[in-house]
């Protein structure tokens, strides 16, 4: 049965920056088979190649591509977007994945806010925020040379309510989400709508940067971790691939109308008193 055209996203250029991480590579991997033209963006040349052959020796038919490009070096996102340029002529999606925390910037059980490591803290907000802002900066023109372009940012449950110790994150993906917005305006207003810009806002997953926090080395569940799970309704941990539906709405036509929202895909985290 063929992809309806709404949802079809076969042809699309596709850039992910952050592209080895645990949300970021599945949803690489998932666009790739549904017949995107997915670029890779990434740190470490080694990691690419890793993530590229799996891709390839699962779906030899993927069109992908790996570029080293760290997303706070603007000279490497442009040697990147003028490659896929040169390749692909424009960028259909930009997903801006690349995101973290830095242990300084968390206030452990056994810290208090005045123990706040600001330097810790400033890296957070550089990686989130200016390394959300920058490359939707460098891909401007490759945006708007596609007819039908989707920006989609990382944000987080720690946005709308707040989640202990993150203190940088949560400031980080407040200000990602208003940077969201603000962009969906200015290119809505642009473009009449050929460039849409919209955050997702995945609840709690299972990842290497939160592995430690949410599970015990016995893979049970820390408090924290138990604590998550019971302020969830659906009592556990998104899986990556329960991002995808998301994501491919993003892209596709089908969010055509859609822009400057956040969607949000938490299993009821958002939503729920605890009560
Ligand atoms: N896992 C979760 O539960 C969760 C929840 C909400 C939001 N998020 C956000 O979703 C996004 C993806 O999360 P993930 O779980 O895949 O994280 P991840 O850590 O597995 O992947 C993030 C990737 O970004 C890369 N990266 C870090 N600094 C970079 C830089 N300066 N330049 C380029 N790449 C860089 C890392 O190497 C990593 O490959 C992040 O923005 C994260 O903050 C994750």
Request: aromatic share 8%; proline share 3%.
């Amino acid at each position: 049965m063929s992809t309806p055209a709404l949802f079809n996203v076969a042809g699309k250029v596709v850039v992910v920056t952050g592209a080895t991480g645990t949300l970021t590579g599945s949803a690489a991997d998932y666009l790739a088979t549904q017949g995107a033209r997915v670029v890779y963006l990434g740190r470490s040349q080694s990691k690419l190649d890793t993530a590229l052959a799996k891709i390839r020796g699962a779906h030899p038919a993927a069109e992908v591509l790996g570029l080293v490009a760290d997303v706070s070096d603007r000279a490497a996102l442009e040697r990147a977007r003028d490659a896929i340029v040169a390749k692909w002529g424009r960028v259909d999606a930009l997903l801006n994945g690349a995101g973290g925390n830095q242990p300084g910037a968390v206030i452990t059980p056994d810290k208090t806010f005045s123990d706040l490591d600001f330097a810790a803290f400033e890296q957070v907000i550089d990686l989130n925020l200016h390394g959300t802002v920058l490359p939707s900066l460098v891909f401007t023109p490759a945006l708007l040379a596609s007819n039908s372009a989707s920006v989609i940012n990382y944000s987080s449950a720690s946005v709308a309510r707040a989640v202990t110790r993150v203190v940088g994150y949560s400031a980080a993906k407040a200000a990602v989400d208003n940077f969201t917005r603000w962009l969906a305006v200015e290119f809505g207003r642009r473009t009449k709508g050929t460039v849409r810009v919209n955050a997702l806002v995945p609840g709690f997953f299972l990842g290497e940067q939160n592995r430690r926090l949410l599970t015990n080395e016995d893979g049970s569940l820390t408090s924290r971790g138990q604590s998550i799970c019971a302020m969830t309704p659906f009592g556990r941990f998104g899986t990556p691939d329960e991002l995808h539906g998301a994501i491919h709405y993003l892209v596709a036509d089908a969010s055509k109308f859609v822009t400057g929202t956040t969607l949000v895909v938490d299993g009821g985290f958002g939503v729920f008193s605890g009560v």
